[in-house]
């Protein structure tokens, strides 16, 4: 008989960040301080803590046991019906993961709202991958799409996530996700690029809504999204694409070579976006070593040498 677990699901692929063993600190109900338009869960009053958590012992036990269980994992996600920082025994919780983790990478997917406590901040620093979500710089754009618990003001947000950035020696991933109408127009995500390219995080993903939303609001299309992921200057972009373009582009080395000192481009993107001829000439600047390729936090991307 399969075991059913309680507080933890998975393995799953995914593509950001490998294969996730996931760990559910709210498995019971919502519990989250922002209440977002396009939460895949229902939507919900905003709360600063979490409903019914589970013990940390409890949930050790369950990741040793599918640890034990399934041999191909890379990451174990700490994760939550809604935001996982508001577990109050995250310090011990995190402690004891990075016990019993083996050669596997600790994540945790936040949606940055309590970064700028200090407290969290610290712990935050013993996690292998930190997914931070920055929707938008403005506090009228983040009103409107994150829905926050009174008193919360991106203003503390964003200077929270640049100290913990360079303090923080991981890898940290900053996820945007777009909604029509509300954060994909020019001057929010030019007021985002310049926020991170203070806030220098590792990668940045960036998707739209693919699953049905809490509020009735819509998806980017794709050809907006890859206009807008456009606008980002000198920062690993990684676009989650539902359909990626049919058609490739024929590029010639210096044009490869003026996109990747632009921003560096993921694999995903060389697969989709490059012809074969353009992707051979990709591996023949990587043999002349003019440029290099990088795993960060488990998505590929090929980037100009970088002298260390
Ligand atoms: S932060 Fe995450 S869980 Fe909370 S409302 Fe937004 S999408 Fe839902």
Redesign the pocket.
Same mark, same amino acid.
Not at 38 to 41: Q, T
């Given at each position: 008989m399969i075991k059913e677990y309680k507080y933890i699901f998975g393995p799953v692929n995914s593509r950001r960040f490998g294969v996730s063993l996931g760990i559910d600190l709210s498995p019971f109900e919502?519990s989250?301080?922002? +209440?977002?338009v396009?939460?895949?869960?229902k939507?919900?009053k905003?709360v600063d803590y979490i409903k019914n958590p589970p013990k940390v012992e409890d949930i050790i036990s369950e990741v040793k046991e599918a640890l034990a269980k399934f041999k191909n994992i890379n990451v174990i996600t700490i994760t939550?019906?809604?935001?996982p920082t508001l577990y109050k025994d995250l310090d011990k919780l995190v402690l004891g993961l990075n016990k019993i983790k083996q050669n596997k990478k600790l994540l945790i997917?936040s949606?940055s709202?309590t970064v700028c406590d200090k407290k969290i901040a610290d712990v935050l620093m013993d996690i292998d991958i930190v997914k931070l979500?920055l929707d938008c710089a403005t506090q009228k754009c983040f009103k409107k799409i +994150?829905?926050p618990l009174k008193g919360l003001s991106i203003d503390d947000i964003i200077r929270g996530i640049k100290t913990f950035s360079k303090r923080f020696k991981n890898i940290l991933v900053i996820e945007i996700?777009l909604v029509k109408g509300i954060n994909d127009n020019q001057e929010e995500i030019k007021r985002l690029n310049e926020v991170l390219n203070a806030i220098k995080p590792s990668r940045i993903d960036i998707g739209t809504i693919d699953r049905p939303p809490?509020y009735n609001v819509k998806p980017v299309d794709e050809k907006e999204m890859i206009k807008l992921s456009n606008i980002f200057t000198n920062l690993a972009v990684s676009l989650i694409h539902k359909n990626p373009p049919l058609t490739k582009e024929n590029f010639s080395t210096k044009e490869i070579l003026v996109l990747l000192k632009h921003r560096p481009q993921s694999q995903f993107d060389i697969n989709n976006f490059f012809n074969e001829n353009s992707k051979k000439k990709v591996m023949k600047l990587l043999d002349q070593k003019l440029i290099e390729q990088k795993d960060i936090g488990g998505t590929v991307f090929y980037q100009l040498l970088r002298k260390r």
């Open positions: 919502k989250c301080n922002f +209440d977002c396009y939460c895949e869960l939507g919900a905003p939550s019906n809604g935001e997917l949606n709202s979500s +994150d829905r996700l809490a």
